[in-house]
């Protein structure tokens, strides 16, 4: 069944709707980061966002769609902001160094940019079906962007015997994705963890 598109989301960007709209979208990012799918509840997001909650069935007709559009939203985001990593880089760098860039990428959105991304690493696997539809739908795309890369390494003879890349490709993601439930920028700052999560995906997929 298609999203239904609520009146408002017709208008411009900037209007006080579009505004509104945004905050509800940012405050259930940031709600569902720290309480989870079953945890988020609508009197949260509102109280995060400074409305009412009954003014959100304006915005969504439901909690769901809601969240749908949260993840999907994150979702997208940090496939787009891979692919714009990636394609900064200068023609002809190596695959590893494309790899750390990656890591690079998914480390920063994930710890520093985003409730969003956040808010999918951790509710992903959580949703019923017709919420999380679109949102898997970027996550593949997602990891269709790694299974390139780790290709790449392979092609270059870079990649160690006897890995299979599926398994290695998921293996390195499912670790950069778990900083979101352990790292606190109190004990560390991000570039540690970034340079040492390179160091050790580099190390564990080459020879």
């Known amino acids: ?6 009146r408002h989301e017709t208008e411009g960007p900037g209007s006080k709707s579009a ?5 509800l979208l940012d405050a259930a990012a940031a709600v569902l980061a720290r309480k989870g799918f079953a945890g988020s509840r609508l009197v949260d997001i509102a109280e995060q966002a400074q409305v009412q909650a009954p003014a959100i069935y304006y915005y969504f007709p439901s909690r769901e769609d809601l969240i749908e559009e949260v993840m999907f939203v994150g979702a997208e985001a940090m496939r787009s902001h891979l692919t714009d990593a990636l394609a900064a880089l200068p023609p002809g760098t190596p695959p590893a160094d494309r790899i750390a860039a990656a890591v690079e990428s998914h480390l920063r959105h994930e710890l520093e940019i985003s409730d969003y991304s ?3 690493i951790r509710n992903g696997n959580q949703l019923p079906e017709q919420v999380g539809a679109r949102a898997m739908a970027e996550v593949a795309a997602y990891n269709e962007i790694w299974r390139g ?12 015997t006897g890995l299979d890349p599926a398994v ?3 293996m390195v993601l ?3 994705n778990w900083a979101a439930e352990w790292w606190d920028p109190e004990r560390g700052g991000i ?3 970034i340079g040492i999560a390179q160091s050790m995906v580099l190390h564990a ?3």
């Open 1 to 6: 069944m298609p999203r239904r598109t609520p």
């Open 19 to 23: 505004q509104t709209r945004g905050r």
């Open 118 to 120: 956040r808010a999918i």
């Open 149 to 160: 890369l780790v290709a790449d390494l392979a092609a270059a003879g870079q990649l160690r």
């Open 168 to 170: 290695a490709r998921m």
């Open 174 to 176: 499912g670790s950069l």
């Open 191 to 193: 570039d540690e963890v």
């Open 205 to 207: 997929l080459r020879p």
